[in-house]
């Protein structure tokens, strides 16, 4: 089972707990909480990210905030996802390529500037 891209781009910080390996989703299309395991190799990339979101963005509200600290828009999914897909020509491109897409392009993880993290080219100012 996994999530929506709508579910992940409102999903608060103290959504995702990381050390028990679970992905609380309260805002779901049914309207009914349910919960999503974190598969072990993905845990430490996560926990990654979090560190590295927290020093650019201290005491956010989002798992995956916006510049401006707010959850991330639809139309700066569907802007950064066309973008990926282009990029790469993803014509055999799955679900699951999808979701990989959308994680990477919204970490900030590995791309270092002097010592702040910056974000991916991606990222809307």
Same mark, same amino acid.
């Given at each position: ?24 989703? #309260? ?9 999503? $395991?974190? +598969?072990?190799?993905?845990?430490? @990339? ?35 996802? #066309? ?9 055999? $491109?799955? +679900?699951?390529?999808?979701?990989? @897409? ?24």
């Amino acid at each position: 089972m996994g999530m929506r891209t709508n579910e992940a781009r409102l999903l608060a910080r103290d959504d995702v707990d990381l050390d028990e390996g679970v992905i609380s989703i #309260r805002q779901t299309k049914g309207e009914q909480q349910r919960y999503v $395991a974190i +598969h072990p190799t993905l845990a430490p @990339i996560l926990r990654q990210y979090d560190m590295k979101e927290e020093e650019l963005y201290p005491g956010r509200e989002y798992f995956f905030p916006s510049p401006r600290g707010e959850h991330l828009s639809n139309t700066w999914i569907t802007d950064v996802f #066309r973008e990926m897909w282009n990029r790469n020509n993803a014509s055999h $491109a799955t +679900h699951t390529n999808y979701g990989t @897409i959308m994680l990477l392009s919204t970490s900030t993880v590995g791309k270092t500037s002097g010592d702040r993290c910056s974000p991916t080219p991606f990222r809307r100012a």
